[in-house]
């Protein structure tokens, strides 16, 4: 999957994978981590999700990736928010107050960007990456944090043969190949949600389920 692919998905507004709503398992399940307020959260290929606003409200300051320049100033210009707009390092930073978006390339990212982050919230991140690329993806997240961060991880699992995604299907025994040697994994909820989202039936899905994991890094 090519950068240009996610630059047409929303030049064209074809973004069924946003959320307008704040993820009700965010809200559930975020004291798990028990990070102090003040702490700094990092939010991969963010989109314009609002989940950034409501780890803002609990006290944390967020920092986003995303490729898209389309979807991060969507995301000001949709929350009246004034950004003050730099770059640095390849990047175009949008900055206010306690969130900071850097608009580029994932794969660019080096350890210096996200060390101040204390934890990692990955609603729509791996899901987003084909078979062949998320090894690269989780292989990447391991390199920029060499003291490992605690993790929320919201994954989709579904018969892959039945839709071409993103969101791709994801499952368990991946998680645990990719992170099990630096986490131990709990998984906190395994939920059928087909019967609520009827794009996915109409897409001819037949079993959806959204799989909540908490990675909590292993002592070194």
């Known amino acids: 999957m090519e950068k240009q692919f996610w630059h047409d998905r929303w030049e064209s507004n074809q973004i069924g994978f946003h959320q307008d709503e704040i993820n009700s398992h965010l809200q559930t399940y975020w004291s798990k981590l028990d990070l102090p307020k003040g702490a700094c959260v990092f939010v991969p290929l963010c989109g314009k999700s609002r989940d950034m606003l409501w780890l803002l409200e609990q006290g944390y300051s967020v920092l986003g990736i ?47 960007e996200v060390m101040a982050c204390h934890a990692i919230y990955d609603r729509a991140s791996l899901i987003a990456m084909p078979p062949a690329m998320r090894p690269a993806y989780a292989e990447k997240i391991l390199q920029l944090f060499p003291a490992k961060r605690p993790t929320l991880l919201i994954t989709m699992e579904y018969p ?21 040697d630096s986490f131990q994994i709990s998984t906190l909820l395994t939920e059928d949600i087909l019967e609520k989202n009827t794009r996915f039936k109409q897409r001819g899905i037949t079993r959806l389920h959204e799989i909540i994991y908490l990675l909590d890094p292993l002592a070194e």
Do not use: H
């Not at 995303?66 to 991060?72: D, F, G, L, N, R």
């Not at 306690?98 to 210096?112: P, Q, T, W």
């Open 160 to 180: 892959q043969d039945e839709m071409k995604g993103p969101p791709f299907s994801v499952t368990d025994n991946e998680v645990r190949n990719f992170y099990a």
């Open 66 to 112: 995303e490729i898209s320049p389309i979807a991060v100033a969507d995301f000001f210009r949709e929350n009246n928010l004034q950004a003050e707009i730099t770059t640095k390092k390849g990047f175009q930073r949008w900055s206010c107050d306690e969130l900071v978006i850097l608009c580029g390339d994932f794969f660019s990212l080096s350890s210096e």
